[in-house]
């Protein structure tokens, strides 16, 4: 096999698309494939196999936003990156991996560590590193725009070449979130695609945080773009009785606790939050003129309450009187207004009576 590496395709232009060298011969053909395969499919990268006969390789690579993710199996082999290489492209990406099948050892910036089956570990290809697989071996790698990783760049430099093991605080979440995209990547298509993406770096990013000692209340810019897909999550599924703090959090992949933590700003809980946006929308729709004949209940159902009489009480906790109260007072308006008053009153219409008292439940 030539020492240098093809020209790659544009970096990080990879589009979904698979390769398998187990149809091709074990000669040239198969090394060769294999070889430009790898550097297509990532960075320009040296590869030696270390077998007299490669194996079948194979890699199946899909774009989720910013993250291509690729899961890749082979035999023995060594792969290397040096300053030649870098030279030609590559550098702004990063690349982090899941160990799945076999061992792999890595060299970067003067460590070396042993990444085994369940492990992450995270490369820098704006520096030279070295992977070596001695056996069989199959991982998952995401590849992404290294401007959007959200972390200090000391810190990258502090944990390339480690391994994000088992035992490590939020490494598990991650690390199951990860292989679930892996799995069902070839399903995901658009803005979902695109989102999980974006779930996938923000999960690391906070695991780079916690080996490095900065928790995400000192990331404000990544909590809150992770907050606003929370509360998007939330609006779009109000209607569903069972929406809570512990499905949202496992819709997101993230802990129940860290779920609170990114609520602490808006001065209500996730549970209140939930209520306060739900009445929001019973009020308003109490507004039209279907509500009469359909009555509050049917109302309430549509945004998620189970119980009328719980509803009837939130509603006058959190505006100061009864749903046919309020039914009862836009209809006097509307009265009182003519035949135009119907399109005038909207949901910013308000009784001066309300203060809001403590909302405890969903």
């Known amino acids: 096999m030539s020492p240098e590496s093809p020209d790659p395709a544009p970096v990080g232009l990879f589009a979904t698309a698979g390769l398998d060298t187990a149809p091709l011969p074990v000669s040239g053909d198969r090394a060769e494939l294999w070889h430009e395969a790898v550097s297509r499919a990532f960075v320009p990268l040296d590869v030696r196999f270390l077998e007299a006969a490669p194996a079948p390789g194979r890699i199946v690579s899909r774009q989720l936003g910013p993250v291509q993710v690729s899961r890749v199996e082979a035999g023995p082999q060594a792969v290397t990156r040096n300053r030649r290489l870098i030279a030609r492209g590559g550098d702004d990406f990063l690349i982090l ?36 697989l001695r056996c069989a071996f199959r991982f998952l790698s995401f590849q992404f725009p290294r401007a959007d990783l959200r972390v200090r760049e000391g810190d990258l430099r502090a944990v390339t070449a480690t391994a994000f093991a088992r035992t490590d605080g939020c490494h598990r979440l991650v690390a199951s979130f990860l292989s679930r995209l892996g799995s069902s990547a070839a399903e995901l298509e658009g803005p979902m695609g695109h989102q999980l993406g974006r779930t996938a770096l923000d999960l690391l990013a906070m695991l780079i945080d916690e080996r490095c000692g900065r928790f995400a209340p000192q990331a404000p810019d990544r909590a809150a773009a992770l907050l606003v897909r929370v509360k998007d999550h939330v609006i779009r599924n109000l209607g569903d009785p069972d929406l809570s703090p512990a499905t949202i959090a496992a819709a997101h992949f993230i802990s129940v606790r860290y779920l609170h933590v990114l609520f602490r700003a808006e001065e209500l809980s996730v549970g209140r939050w939930i209520r306060a946006e739900r009445l929001k929308r019973c009020r308003q729709d109490l507004l039209e003129p279907a509500a009469a004949r359909d009555g509050v209940a049917a109302v309430a159902r549509r945004w998620g309450f189970v119980s ?3 509803f009837s009480r939130a509603f006058r906790e959190e505006y100061g009187q009864s749903p046919r109260d309020w039914q009862k007072w836009v209809s006097e308006r509307r009265r009182a207004a003519g035949d135009g008053g119907q399109r005038t009153l909207t949901s910013t219409t308000r009784r001066p009576v309300p203060t809001r008292s403590a909302l405890t439940r969903v």
């Open 97 to 132: 991996s899941l160990q799945q099948r076999g061992a792999a050892l890595k060299d970067q910036d003067g460590r070396q560590s042993r990444i085994g089956p369940g492990e992450l570990s995270l490369s820098d290809p704006s520096r030279p590193f070295r992977k070596e």
């Open 308 to 310: 009328p009489s719980h």
